[in-house]
């Protein structure tokens, strides 16, 4: 429902797809999370049993800049040079602030829409999250 969501939208770029996270160490039990992505950024949502309850999480990520990373190690130079490398146009800024905003959007009204249809009320505590 959420995947079908966020593709009639239509936004660029964005892209949908299942990943899984360990629940702890190599040998545990694996969660299965929706990853919705748009370069550098990341939503994680899962919903899953918890005992005879159910859940519903969300988390936000965004990507390291890798060469920005390295850079910075340099003596004298590195520090000044990645934060050059890490500061963002007023677009990306703006893109970045739209994916956030609408796809947080989206995720509230499905996680509504599901506790409506198992009957509960609206939890006003999601919209002002």
């Not at 996270?21 to 994680?44: P, Q, T, V």
């Not at 519903?56 to 890798?66: G, R």
């Not at 340099?74 to 990306?92: C, D, N, W």
Request: charged share 25%.
């Amino acid at each position: 429902m959420l995947r079908d969501m966020i593709v009639e939208y239509q936004y660029p770029d964005v892209k949908c797809g299942l990943t899984n996270f360990k629940e702890a160490g190599l040998l545990s039990s694996s969660r299965e999370y929706l990853r919705i992505s748009r370069g550098r950024y990341n939503y994680f949502v899962c919903a899953s049993p918890f005992g005879k309850s159910f859940f519903i999480s969300w988390w936000f990520q965004e990507d390291a800049h890798t060469a920005a990373n390295l850079v910075e190690k340099v003596p004298l130079i590195g520090k000044a040079t990645a934060q050059r490398m890490e500061s963002k146009t007023f677009y990306q800024l703006d893109t970045e602030l739209m994916f956030k905003t609408a796809i947080t959007s989206i995720i509230k009204t499905a996680v509504n829409k599901v506790m409506s249809d198992k009957g509960f009320r609206k939890d006003t505590q999601i919209d002002n999250q």
